[in-house]
């Protein structure tokens, strides 16, 4: 599964849409969900957190580790996807659709990468 091109990157391995006026959505890429290997836990922010770009906001636990989920941006979180609280194996299966974590009213100027940069990223690791 290639990255999309519409969405921008964070070296943590998150994407964030930028496609609604205002307010991104933000997962973890297919990068970082097969470097995970099967998520069991997905800990997110709660609907009115003021979230700061590269600050931690959460944790998602794999069989093989637990990761820190941190800010791609600033902004208040606006909507947590609960779906993936009860079944956090769908970060594996769709990480780019249903797989999404939360949403968040940004604030601010972005610093993300587009695709090109993260793929190169994701050529290195």
Known sequence: MSN?????????????DLGDAGTATVGITVYAAEALGDVVFVQLPEVGDKLVAGDTCGEIESTKSVSDLYAPVNGEV?????????????????PFGEGWLFKVAVEG?????????YNALTKED
Do not use: S
């Not at 947590?80 to 594996?92: K, L, Q, R």
């Open 4 to 16: 999309p091109e519409n969405l921008g990157y964070t070296e943590e391995h998150e994407w964030v």
């Open 78 to 94: 606006v909507a947590v996807n609960e779906a993936v609280v009860d079944d956090p194996g769908v970060v594996n299966t769709d």
């Open 109 to 117: 100027d972005t610093d993300l990468l587009d695709v090109a940069a």
